[in-house]
């Protein structure tokens, strides 16, 4: 599999507070890995460094040819409730706004952008929302209509920051059985709290507090996490081979690197 | 009615309310989609210094103003984005530091300063060809501006993360348009004043969103709206003897009126 970024040695620091210390991380095509951690662990941190919206304090994160446009090639899908649900934009226009990249700045009224649109709207269902303002949508609607924006350039890498919060069981459901077709196609990066549910989706988890510690597989014990000093609630789990785990720090984390990286 | 066409001042008034209507229309939407209305409030008091410092040194009063609109509208940005101050602070401070220098400047120069008035409450009937040069200027760049890179400006203002993750000029874009929304601003000071000229960018926009939730569409019939509105207000004005500038927000406040009552009966 082609790698398409390497995040080397990346630190991240806010004022004093470091966000993210010296980490590590490859992206290779056709990966889905799950990026799991505490809140303020810095998992948005790694997800605004790969996107281009933080400096890093230390460290790089160097594209591969794969990305040779750069982020331009990634898409990305925000946390929920981080933009202006009463801006007056309709949902045709939102996926739309997706095209616009480095190269493609002002005409975006063609033809063939249009049949894109059109397609990405039936791929998620949604084209009977096409011309709703986005401000009337359901949570699971509003979600489809980020993450078709996310879609529409054909990205080799897509980036969800918890798209699962605030949506339904069902539109839930709908997105891992999406993102599984997806992955055929692109790396994924997924972004979420709920660890039990990832994991029967993901190829592979990141844990992130502060450090970064790589999982090349989608089965993580609990004590695995405790030695990742990532303490996470698992909340529910499909056949996963693990048992409730509470928040327990453990007394030497740093002793047990994982041999896969 | 029609009579009024012979005169000189009217003709240029009916120009000065249809350029006005179109820069407010356009620049109006972006400033109430973006919810920036409060930094235009700042923006268009700030001007009020440079009216003052230009009438102390003898010069344009609309020179004086652009300038310190475009410095102010930059001032707020930069400090609210550095961090160190609050934006709504930031307004504030630059709002009342350019009230403040207005005044200043103007209890400074010799002699009674007649427009003083027509500055802080507009007279379209006072409108010159030189303003009206400017007015032109200000509502061709406008409309070449908003023609061009629609879509860009859209990206960005509905969500300015996601247009940097995209690689768009997203920075260069908020000092552009801001720039922009200033000098609209101070040639619109001439219809309505210091004080009254935020209702033209938002009284129409707000209007036309009781019936719309599409961004080209508010600003078609802002557009519309607002020379409806400066077109009656000024003829309401003759009529009546009334203040041109009051009468015409007051005109653009009864059609909100009207559009909330008929937008009520809608649902």
């Given at each position: 599999?082609?790698?398409?970024?390497?995040?080397?040695?990346?630190?991240?620091?806010?004022?004093?507070?470091?966000?993210?210390?010296?980490?590590?991380?490859?992206?290779?095509?056709?990966?889905?890995?799950?990026?799991?951690?505490?809140?303020?662990?810095?998992?948005t941190t790694l997800l605004k460094s790969i996107l281009g919206l933080i400096e890093p304090t230390a460290g790089e994160i160097?594209?591969?040819?794969?990305?040779?446009?750069?982020?331009?090639?990634?898409?990305?899908?925000?946390?929920?409730?981080?933009?202006?649900?009463?801006?007056?934009?309709?949902?045709?226009?939102?996926?739309?706004?997706?095209?616009?990249?480095?190269?493609?700045?002002?005409?975006?009224?063609?033809?063939?952008?249009?049949?894109?649109?059109?397609?990405?709207?039936?791929?998620?269902?949604?084209?009977?929302?096409?011309?709703?303002?986005?401000?009337?949508?359901?949570?699971?609607?509003?979600?489809?209509?980020?993450?078709?924006?996310?879609?529409?350039?054909?990205?080799?890498?897509?980036?969800?920051?918890?798209?699962?919060?605030?949506?339904?069981?069902?539109?839930?459901?709908?997105?891992?059985?999406?993102?599984?077709?997806?992955?055929?196609?692109?790396?994924?990066?997924?972004?979420?709290?709920?660890?039990?549910?990832?994991?029967?989706?993901?190829?592979?988890?990141?844990?992130?507090?502060?450090?970064?510690?790589?999982?090349?597989?989608?089965?993580?014990?609990?004590?695995?996490?405790?030695?990742?000093?990532?303490?996470?609630?698992?909340?529910?789990?499909?056949?996963?081979?693990?048992?409730?785990?509470?928040?327990?720090?453990?007394?030497?984390?740093?002793?047990?690197?994982?041999?896969?990286? | 009615?029609?009579?009024?066409?012979?005169?000189?001042?009217?003709?240029?008034?009916?120009?000065?309310?249809?350029?006005?209507?179109?820069?407010?229309?356009?620049?109006?939407?972006?400033?109430?989609?973006?919810?920036?209305?409060?930094?235009?409030?700042?923006?268009?008091?700030?001007?009020?210094?440079?009216?003052?410092?230009?009438?102390?040194?003898?010069?344009?009063?609309?020179?004086?103003?652009?300038?310190?609109?475009?410095?102010?509208?930059?001032?707020?940005?930069?400090?609210?984005?550095?961090?160190?101050?609050?934006?709504?602070?930031?307004?504030?401070?630059?709002?009342?530091?350019?009230?403040?220098?207005?005044?200043?400047?103007?209890?400074?120069?010799?002699?009674?300063?007649?427009?003083?008035?027509?500055?802080?409450?507009?007279?379209?009937?006072?409108?010159?060809?030189?303003?009206?040069?400017?007015?032109?200027?200000?509502?061709?760049?406008?409309?070449?501006?908003?023609?061009?890179?629609?879509?860009?400006?859209?990206?960005?203002?509905?969500?300015?993360?996601?247009?940097?993750?995209?690689?768009?000029?997203?920075?260069?874009?908020?000092?552009?348009?801001?720039?922009?929304?200033?000098?609209?601003?101070?040639?619109?000071?001439?219809?309505?004043?210091?004080?009254?000229?935020?209702?033209?960018?938002?009284?129409?926009?707000?209007?036309?969103?009781?019936?719309?939730?599409?961004?080209?569409?508010?600003?078609?019939?802002?557009?519309?709206?607002?020379?409806?509105?400066?077109?009656?207000?000024?003829?309401?004005?003759?009529?009546?003897?009334?203040?041109?500038?009051?009468t015409i927000i007051l005109v653009l406040t009864a059609f909100f009126g009207l559009g909330k009552v008929l937008s009520l009966?809608?649902?």
């Amino acid at each position: 599999m082609q790698q398409l970024l390497e995040i080397k040695h990346l630190t991240v620091n806010y004022g004093k507070i470091v966000a993210l210390e010296n980490a590590s991380m490859s992206i290779r095509e056709h990966d889905f890995i799950g990026v799991i951690g505490p809140n303020g662990g810095g998992k948005t941190t790694l997800l605004k460094s790969i996107l281009g919206l933080i400096e890093p304090t230390a460290g790089e994160i160097i594209f591969s040819k794969n990305l040779e446009e750069g982020q331009s090639q990634i898409g990305y899908l925000p946390q929920f409730n981080k933009f202006d649900n009463r801006f007056p934009i309709s949902v045709s226009a939102v996926i739309l706004s997706g095209i616009m990249g480095k190269n493609n700045r002002t005409r975006l009224n063609g033809t063939a952008n249009r049949e894109k649109v059109k397609q990405i709207l039936e791929q998620l269902s949604i084209s009977h929302l096409a011309n709703k303002p986005i401000g009337e949508l359901s949570g699971g609607q509003m979600q489809r209509v980020f993450l078709g924006r996310a879609l529409v350039a054909n990205p080799k890498l897509l980036i969800l920051d918890e798209p699962d919060t605030y949506v339904d069981n069902q539109f839930e459901h709908e997105l891992y059985k999406i993102l599984q077709e997806l992955n055929r196609n692109m790396a994924i990066l997924l972004v979420s709290h709920d660890v039990g549910t990832i994991s029967a989706h993901v190829k592979s988890i990141a844990c992130i507090n502060r450090h970064l510690h790589y999982h090349p597989s989608n089965i993580i014990s609990p004590r695995q996490l405790a030695a990742y000093n990532c303490p996470i609630q698992i909340i529910t789990h499909g056949d996963v081979p693990h048992t409730v785990l509470g928040t327990h720090d453990h007394e030497h984390p740093h002793e047990h690197q994982h041999q896969g990286k | 009615m029609i009579e009024l066409f012979n005169y000189d001042f009217f003709r240029n008034a009916l120009l000065a309310a249809l350029l006005a209507s179109i820069a407010c229309g356009i620049i109006g939407t972006y400033i109430v989609s973006r919810r920036l209305v409060f930094i235009g409030g700042g923006i268009t008091h700030a001007s009020f210094g440079g009216i003052g410092i230009a009438y102390y040194l003898g010069l344009n009063p609309l020179l004086g103003a652009a300038v310190f609109a475009v410095l102010s509208a930059f001032g707020i940005n930069y400090f609210s984005s550095s961090g160190k101050i609050r934006q709504d602070s930031s307004i504030a401070i630059w709002w009342s530091l350019g009230m403040a220098l207005g005044i200043i400047f103007i209890a400074l120069t010799p002699g009674y300063a007649p427009n003083l008035m027509s500055f802080l409450f507009g007279s379209i009937l006072t409108v010159t060809r030189a303003d009206l040069f400017y007015m032109a200027l200000i509502t061709l760049a406008t409309i070449m501006l908003f023609t061009r890179y629609f879509r860009l400006i859209l990206t960005i203002s509905f969500d300015e993360e996601y247009a940097i993750t995209r690689n768009l000029p997203v920075h260069f874009f908020n000092y552009l348009l801001m720039a922009l929304s200033a000098l609209v601003i101070v040639i619109s000071i001439r219809i309505s004043g210091v004080i009254l000229v935020l209702s033209l960018l938002t009284l129409p926009q707000s209007t036309a969103n009781l019936f719309s939730k599409n961004f080209k569409t508010i600003m078609w019939a802002s557009i519309i709206l607002g020379f409806i509105g400066m077109i009656s207000g000024l003829y309401l004005s003759y009529y009546t003897n009334l203040p041109s500038g009051a009468t015409i927000i007051l005109v653009l406040t009864a059609f909100f009126g009207l559009g909330k009552v008929l937008s009520l009966f809608r649902q």
